[in-house]
């Protein structure tokens, strides 16, 4: 489908270099359905880079703020309601954003840009005040500010994918979103911490820098699409209610994700007090634990994408979601560690595909028109399973310290996060998936 061509002399002109949407002289241009993947790539990368940047600075703030939040609070609990304020954002403000993104009426800023120019200064500044907060009252300001930019930006960023890339391209595009935020977290975790023993508030202005940087390279992209006005999709924007209500492939897709965030959430809060308390090895054992399931993660997140792309979505899900959701189960019977380490490289990587392809999955089932909305549920679901994870799982563990007395509880963890992928594993069975090839077939 062609688009038109505003003429205009800007500094993406220049970039760009090229005459039309889709002309091979444009370095950053629009696909067209069944483009190679070279021709795409420059866009990809550009569209990838916020993926960076967010979770460079959600990582920051969310492993070393406790550190600064301690100091102006001798209390652990609040420390926890600060932060774990993640989540209860995740339930509010990211349908919101998405939905309005859709309903948007059409201007030179689109859809999408008028969140992301919103959203990213209120979570940079957020970012600079937080380590500077003197009282208790300044920084949990700062952590509100934060949290609510970030997920004002993120659900309308997220649409820009669909918006621009054609259904094909989703699940390969999810695979490098996946390697950009696993970048993001991996040197948020490294960085952070160095940089910390310098000068306290040093990695949150990183953090902040980082981002708004990543969101200056995406200002190209809404150029380009604003000069391209005749999209591929057309937007009938729906309402959360009916969107809900109504689509049952979405309603299945919300639960199917909460489920996996669930675990995600779980896992993530307790694996070094696992390997610390339970096991009785030192912390930095655990890093170097943690360290192999990141590695797997960024190397698993390419594979994702040509597994579903050769053998389909949903497939690729329901089958990694039962290896990964078993291979939890499993990790509760070692009492040990090394019987762990043998099996954690071939669990983490079914778990780096799950993670990495329910984005494109709900891109791929949302209806025409309600991408916005589509990534406004992915947040929501996500924050659902934020919320009730970690605290599931440390109930779990404080009940089950009898049974589990060799590991004071902690191994528990495993059946709790475990049998919410394996479930999520058959629910996808449910899925419509004689729709997706029909809507397949239409790209």
Known sequence: MKRRLDVSDSLVDRLTDGHDCHGQRWRVQLPREGAPVEQVRPLLVLLDLPTFGLAFAISVLTTYGPVILIRLVDSPTSVGALI?????????????????????????????????????????????????????????????????????????????????????????????????????????????????????????????????????????????????????????????????????????????????????????????????????????????????????????????????????????????????GVGLLIGAVPRTLPPLLVGLPFIALAGAIVLTLPQALAFTLAPTGSEGAAAGLLDFSRGLGVVLGPIAVGTVIGLSRSLFSSTNGYASMWLVIGVPVVLAATLLTQLDTAALRASDAGD
Not at 215 to 240: E, G, K, N, W
Not at 292 to 298: G, I, L, N, P, S
Request: glycine content about 10%; overall charge positive.
């Open 84 to 324: 774990g304020g993640e989540g209860a954002f995740a339930l509010v403000v990211p349908l919101a954003a998405g939905l309005l993104s859709d309903r948007l009426p059409p201007s030179p800023l689109g859809r999408r840009l008028p969140f992301v120019l919103a959203g990213a200064p209120l979570a940079a500044v957020g970012l600079v005040v937080f380590p500077f907060g003197a009282t208790i009252g300044i920084a949990g300001a700062a952590t509100l500010a934060f949290f609510v930019g970030y997920y004002a930006y993120y659900p309308p960023y997220r649409a820009l994918f669909p918006d621009l890339l054609p259904r094909a391209l989703f699940a390969r595009a999810q695979a490098g979103q996946a390697v950009a935020r696993g970048a993001g977290l991996g040197l948020a975790l490294l960085a952070g911490g160095l940089l910390l023993g310098f000068w306290a508030p040093l990695p949150f202005l990183l953090a902040a820098g980082i981002l708004v940087a990543t969101t200056i390279a995406l200002l190209p992209v809404f150029r380009l699409q604003s000069r391209c006005r005749d999209t591929i999709l057309p937007y009938r924007p729906a309402s959360m209610p009916g969107f809900l209500l109504r689509d049952r492939n979405m309603r299945l897709f919300a639960v199917v994700n909460a489920l996996w965030e669930f675990s995600f959430a779980g896992l993530k809060s307790f694996i070094v007090l696992y390997v610390v308390r339970g096991l009785g090895h030192t912390s930095a054992v655990a890093s170097a634990v943690i360290a192999v399931v990141a590695v797997t993660y960024v190397a698993g997140a390419p594979l994702a994408g040509w597994l579903a792309n050769r053998y389909g979505l949903v497939r690729v899900l329901r089958l990694t979601s039962l290896v990964y």
